[in-house]
């Protein structure tokens, strides 16, 4: 079968593989529509030693063209969503269902045309839904997930910082657990326009847009006795889904009220002025992954909202290419400007 490996920085070629073999309680599945995820760039871009020789992507569909001697409840031709976390299955975080924080998570890799999966990964998907559209349900489920950190109550108001597509979907997945007001940021016109089309209440473009300015407009305005400067009301959560070392979450210290909660969902790596979120009593909230929300999958749950319409996946997926062109897609991905790009896929 055709895989594609990484080699270096920009790197990536694709070469014969031989096609997984399933143990008794695993599927193999013909993987159909695998998307570029923002860690598979950082990695394209940087080319750490440790991932010479080795294949990346996690955000998965496909069909399954072979079952284990044990597993009955799926069947060849079965249509998929494959959530791509493993844990080792025997520390105390995988035993108490945390499994997102065992030390040896891994994602098992999609660019490929078969991978093998254990049985409890995969999800079967309901007819109306298209397998580029279900590639995204991981993406879903980290949203999910930070929505559940977040303990964000019904009519709660909400910004979301940057308008990536784990960003709109955390837009989207707010308002499906129930916020009032939903606010974004975007950096370029395009993801503005798709922000405002897929139903978030304002969106502020930080290139052109003051956005303080911008949420005294929407939450009101309020001077403390002792400043003279006046500073937004703030709403009561701020998701971070930027990241890196243009991380706004310091902007998101000013525009969040006293007591509301800040979710990290990007990996900040600039440093960060933490002094008003003791003297606000903000909750920082990091959020990585997902596993379960009680004893339910949170990729069930993705996968729920996007069957109900909730979630509106198609919108962001701008463009799709063959695995052979794997090469042009990553760069596809890499330029959002040039390219007006948000989810790219590959058709393996
Ligand atoms: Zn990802
Ligand atoms: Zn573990």
Redesign the pocket.
């Known amino acids: 079968m055709k895989a594609a490996i990484f080699y270096g920085a920009g790197d990536i070629r694709v070469e014969d593989r031989p096609v997984p073999e399933i143990g008794s309680e695993e599927v193999l599945v013909r993987i159909k529509a695998a998307g570029i995820?923002?860690?598979d760039l950082h990695r394209y871009r940087s080319a750490p030693k440790q991932t010479e020789g080795r294949m990346f992507g996690?955000?998965y569909s496909g069909q399954v063209v072979e079952i284990g001697g044990k597993i009955q409840d799926v069947s060849v031709g079965d249509r998929v969503g494959i959530e791509p976390l493993v844990g080792c299955g025997k520390c105390n975080y995988c035993l108490s269902g945390m499994y997102h924080l065992c030390s040896h998570l891994w994602h098992i890799p999609s660019f490929m045309e078969y991978q093998k999966f254990p049985r409890n990964k995969v999800f079967k998907l309901p007819d109306h839904i298209s397998y580029e559209e279900a590639s995204t349900l991981?993406?879903i489920a980290v949203a999910v997930h930070a929505l559940n950190l977040s303990s964000l109550k019904g009519g709660e108001t909400a910004l979301v910082l940057g308008a990536g597509t784990i960003g709109l979907l955390t837009m989207q997945t707010a308002k499906a657990f129930g916020a009032g007001a939903v606010y974004e940021t975007g950096t370029h016109d395009f993801q503005v326009r798709l922000a405002k089309e897929l139903g978030a209440d304002a969106v502020v473009n930080i290139k052109t847009e003051n956005l303080l300015e911008k949420m005294k407009e929407l939450t009101g305005k309020e001077r403390a006795r002792y400043f003279e400067l006046e500073a937004p009301r703030g709403v009561d959560h701020v998701f971070e889904a930027v990241g890196g070392p243009k991380s706004p979450l310091e902007d998101a210290l000013s525009v969040v009220r006293r007591g509301g909660t800040i979710t990290a969902i990007g990996s900040p790596r600039n440093p960060v002025n933490l002094s008003s979120f003791v003297m606000r009593e903000v909750r920082l909230i990091g959020s990585s992954s997902y596993a379960y929300s009680k004893s339910e999958p949170e990729f069930r749950i993705a996968l729920n909202l996007l069957s109900a319409g909730k979630i509106n996946a198609k919108e962001l997926v701008t463009h799709t290419f063959p695995l052979d062109k794997i090469k042009y897609a990553f760069d596809v991905a890499a330029d959002k400007e040039k390219w007006n790009s948000v989810k790219v896929i590959i058709r393996p």
Do not use: A, T
Request: proline fraction near 0%.
């Open positions: 995820c923002g860690s996690h955000e991981d993406c």
